[in-house]
Each structure stands twice: as structure tokens, then as C-alpha cells.
Nanobody, 123 residues
Framework: QVQLVESGGGLVQAGGSLRLSCAAS????????MGWFRQVPGKEREFVAG????????NYADSVKGRFTVSGDNAKNMVYLQMNSLKLEDTALYYC????????????????WGQGTQVTVSS
């Protein structure tokens, strides 16, 4: 089974950018569709972006469309989330996740999760 480790979170001013990385280990990485989620205390985990195992399909939450870009590098077992024009409401713990379901947006479809990386956007 694949294991996931996120990195790249931090503190950034509103309007700034961050790139999150997700490193995957395991020989079966290319069989998984990948997603990014975020969660703030007291709220449910929210879908942010997803990318198919081939990289040919990508989808985004409406709240991040035009600002965030998900990408992957199967040769390096990496998935990225480029976040531009960050807003205060983007502050959350961001998770990378893997799913065997096609085009999944529900957290229930994801079976492997990283530990999360904190993103804090300040004014």
C-alpha cells in the first residue's frame, strides 16, 4: 500500500503563493488517483483538487478554481498543489490522499491519507 507525506506548508500573506508537495512511497502509486483536501477545526474535511492516475483529468473545488493547480510526476512519485492568490479562508490543514475510485471528490472514496501540512494565510 502507498504511503503519503506532505510538505511545503507555512505562513504566507494574503495574495501570496505556496506549493505543497506530496511524496508517495510504494510500487503501486501509479494505480491511485490523487487528491488534496483541507480541514479547519470544527469543520468537515473539504475536497480541494484531484488528479487522475494518468494526469489527464483534474478537478477543483469552486472555491479554488483559477487559483490552485494540481499536478503530478509519476516518475518521482510526487503530487503537487500550487496555490496562488491565497486568501485568509484558505487557512487549513492540507492533506494529500489516494483513491482507487475514478474522479473521487468525497473523502470517503480515499483510503490512504498523509499526516497533513498546515497552511496559514495572514492579512
Amino acid at each position: 500500500q502507498v504511503q503519503l507525506v506532505e510538505s511545503g506548508g507555512g505562513l504566507v500573506q494574503a495574495g501570496g503563493s505556496l506549493r505543497l508537495s506530496c511524496a508517495a512511497s510504494g510500487r503501486t502509486f501509479t494505480t491511485y488517483n490523487m487528491g488534496w483536501f483541507r480541514q479547519v477545526p470544527g469543520k468537515e474535511r473539504e475536497f480541494v483538487a484531484g488528479i487522475s492516475k494518468s494526469g489527464s483529468f483534474r478537478n477543483y473545488a469552486d472555491s479554488v478554481k483559477g487559483r490552485f493547480t494540481v499536478s503530478g510526476d509519476n516518475a518521482k512519485n510526487m503530487v503537487y498543489l500550487q496555490m496562488n492568490s491565497l486568501k485568509l479562508e484558505d487557512t487549513a490543514l492540507y492533506y494529500c490522499a489516494a483513491s482507487l475510485v475514478d474522479q473521487p471528490t468525497s473523502s470517503y472514496a480515499y483510503t490512504v491519507w498523509g499526516q497533513g501540512t498546515q497552511v496559514t494565510v495572514s492579512s
